[in-house]
């Protein structure tokens, strides 16, 4: 079982709605959570950080849910600039900073 | 946010060539970097964590004497990999490590380069 999981997508979106995605995680030990952004053939971009209460950036909310290991992302509103692949990262160890990735999931915002 | 540069951005060698990648974090200091590596439509894989002043730690199945890490400097990791071959070909990604405490709250980021395309013929 890998480590961290994501729904691959793609998820087609209209321009203007709501789409959001979950990914879990399977150590329990886990203490950093993180959504970053990938673009085509480019590096993977911080998005946000994921805090225990939730946590909201604009069109972007994101959830952690313990107790089930998932975190969630919403993206309201959705632009055409929001297309790209979206990386769920777990962190175990906080102060190594040793992180696991997710492969992914695809975002596609169409007109 | 924090820059980190990678050079090359791209290269294309041939099978049998050494090709050196540097990642320099370029306004702080790090100690810690790692090194990954994405094949197409799949996620990062960590390969090795560099740290400064020592020798690097490996991931299971990734050979160090075929990657070579070198941490000279708190803004600098260098990735040597010995004679590439054409399945060595991807996309290489370096990231840099930052973390403490901020307005009460613990930070733990990594900031990435922008990634060398390895094309081994």
């Known amino acids: 079982r890998k480590e961290v999981e994501q729904d691959p997508g793609p998820f087609n979106v209209p321009e203007g709605a709501t789409v959001a995605f979950n990914c879990t995680y399977s150590?329990?030990?886990?203490?950093?959570f993180f959504w970053y952004r990938q673009d085509c053939r480019k590096e993977p971009k911080l998005l946000m950080s994921v805090y225990s209460s939730g946590n909201e950036d604009g069109r972007f909310t994101a959830q952690l849910n313990r107790a089930s290991q998932y975190i969630s992302l919403l993206i309201r509103d959705s632009k055409l600039s929001d297309s790209a692949t979206y990386l769920c990262?777990?962190?175990?160890?906080?102060?190594?900073?040793?992180?696991?990735f997710g492969a992914g999931t695809q975002v596609v915002v169409t007109p | 946010g924090a820059v980190v540069s990678q050079h090359p951005s791209w290269v294309i060698c041939k099978s049998g060539t050494s090709v050196k990648i540097e990642c320099r974090s370029l306004?702080?200091?790090?100690?810690?970097m790692f090194w990954y590596r994405q094949f197409p439509k799949q996620s990062l894989m960590l390969m090795a964590t560099s740290n400064e002043g020592s020798k690097a730690t490996y991931e299971q199945g990734v050979e160090k004497d075929k990657f070579l890490i070198n941490h000279a400097s708190l803004t600098l990791s260098t990735l040597t990999v010995t004679s590439a071959h054409p399945e060595d070909s991807s996309f290489y990604i370096c990231?840099?490590?930052?973390?403490?405490?901020?307005?009460?709250?613990?930070?733990?980021?990594?900031?990435f380069g922008p990634g060398t395309r390895l094309t081994v013929l």
């Open positions: 306004d702080f200091q790090a100690t810690t």
């Open positions: 990262v777990v962190a175990t160890t906080d102060s190594w900073g040793k992180f696991q």
């Open positions: 150590n329990s030990a886990s203490q950093s």
């Open positions: 990231s840099a490590h930052i973390s403490g405490e901020a307005s009460g709250r613990s930070y733990n980021e990594q900031f």
